[in-house]
């Protein structure tokens, strides 16, 4: 029963690329983010969306377009992949705005080559 | 704005030696306070978290008290394992409308036989 899951695990692909990770929780959160960790471990938000709605857009480039169909699902599209969009990205969820814990996935390594 | 400040690594301990982890925050308001733990090669995982003032979070012999004097959250065990070689995240949510995770840089720990 993996709460928060997102596909795939792994993706390298060629400069210039178009490529989507999909996200779906299934613990009935009705926030879900999107943070990227670079080689230095370090994680930043780049997107949050509350019920459907997008919240926190952070000073992401605008050919990464998060999509959420419904509350239990965010994804994230990134058009033309430049090689500095290698990263590990992380979907999360947590439910209401109040101060709880965030539940993570298991991250997709993305590898632009 | 608020943020996250925990001790750089890494960190390099001997089995069943005493850990200490230091993280102090900036926030306004009353915010939670969490440590995730990260092992290699997986997504994050919550270890524990305190919501206000003066409470102790524990878990899996790992504990923190949430200072607000201080505006300290600092993570202790008092016996370490190899198993609990990874990375430490303290991290912070103030709550509100656009609330969200923030991390501080993470902790590397290594454990050594």
Known sequence: ?113 | GNSVTQMEGPVTLSEEAFLTINCTYTATGYPSLFWYVQYPGEGLQLLLKATKADDKGSNKGFEATYRKETTSFHLEKGSVQVSDSAVYFCALRSGGATNKLIFGTGTLLAVQP
């Not at chain 1, 709460?3 to 695990?9: F, G, L, N, R, W």
């Not at chain 1, 459907?52 to 959420?68: A, D, G, M, Q, Y």
């Not at chain 1, 209401?96 to 993305?110: D, S, V, Y």
């Open chain 1, 1 to 113: 029963d993996t709460a928060v899951s997102q596909t795939p695990k792994y993706l390298v692909t060629q400069m210039g690329n178009d490529k989507s990770i999909k996200c779906e929780q299934n613990l009935g959160h009705d926030t879900m983010y999107w943070y990227k960790q670079d080689s230095k471990k370090f994680l930043k938000i780049m997107f949050s969306y509350n019920n459907k709605e997008l919240i926190i857009n952070e000073t992401v480039p605008n050919r990464f377009s998060p999509k959420s169909p419904d509350k239990a699902h965010l994804n994230l599209h990134i058009n033309s992949l430049e090689l500095g969009d290698s990263a590990v990205y992380f979907c999360a969820s947590s439910q209401g705005e109040g101060n709880t814990e965030a539940f993570f996935g298991q991250g997709t390594r993305l590898t632009v080559v």
